[in-house]
Nanobody
Framework: QVQLVESGGGLVQAGGSLRLSCAAS????????MGWYRQAPGKQRELVAV???????NYADSVKDRFTISRDNAKNTVYLQMNSLKPEDTAVYYC????????????????WGQGTQVTVSS
């Protein structure tokens, strides 16, 4: 079994910063891409940032130059540094990872974290 556990969410004032962390654990053979998604009330889940196993990154236009995604492969962990936060960044943030498991005949699948709430007040 594979688990993704997020941490670092909370309440922050506009202009402030937060750093989210997501650690993968369990029967992992390898991890390809890892990313962060978010979902605000009444809206669809959207991609915020993604990072490949080789370190290539991609960001939503709304967060470019404010957010930075990174990963530590030795720790199976992905981070999202969020600076200059705006009220419109308020959402539940979900970690996502493309993982090949040691179980189920090396099955490759997408895994999701439980979500962490980020609230930015004005």
């Amino acid at each position: 079994q594979v688990q993704l556990v997020e941490s670092g969410g909370g309440l922050v004032q506009a202009g402030g910063s937060l750093r989210l962390s997501c650690a993968a654990s369990g029967s992992i053979f390898s991890i390809d891409a890892m990313g962060w998604y978010r979902q605000a009330p009444g809206k669809q889940r959207e991609l915020v940032a993604v990072i490949t196993s080789g370190g290539r990154t991609n960001y939503a236009d709304s967060v470019k130059d404010r957010f930075t995604i990174s990963r530590d492969n030795a720790k199976n962990t992905v981070y999202l540094q969020m600076n200059s936060l705006k009220p419109e960044d308020t959402a539940v943030y979900y970690c996502n990872a493309d993982i090949t498991s040691l179980r189920l005949s090396y099955m490759r699948s997408q895994y999701w974290g439980q979500g962490t709430q980020v609230t930015v007040s004005s």
